[in-house]
């Protein structure tokens, strides 16, 4: 299991394909993730789209570009 700080961005992804969208990503100081939670809608989750604008301490499991998170804290500026 990873656990990574970043700040939580919101941008396009797949840009030119079917699944082209606006999509929650982790940027950190060398990697850039996109963000997901198992077992909930990959294409819109409510719950991450709170986290825009937001650094955050992160725990999943890295699976290439994507982070599958398990758990989050919010980092108060």
């Known amino acids: ?3 990574i700080k970043g700040q ?4 396009m992804f ?3 394909s ?3 969208r606006e999509a929650v990503f982790l940027v950190t ?3 850039l993730y996109l963000l997901r939670q ?8 409510p719950e991450l789209e709170q986290l825009v604008g937001k650094t ?3 725990k999943g499991e890295i699976d290439d570009y994507m982070l599958l998170l398990s ?3 919010v980092i108060e500026d």
Do not use: L, T
């Open 8 to 11: 939580v961005v919101k941008r």
């Open 29 to 31: 100081k060398k990697d």
């Open 38 to 45: 198992i077992g909930r809608n990959p294409y819109k989750d």
């Open 71 to 73: 758990d989050w804290k």
């Open 18 to 20: 079917k699944s082209e």
């Open 14 to 16: 797949a840009v030119g």
């Open 1 to 3: 299991m990873a656990e």
């Open 56 to 58: 955050i301490k992160a």
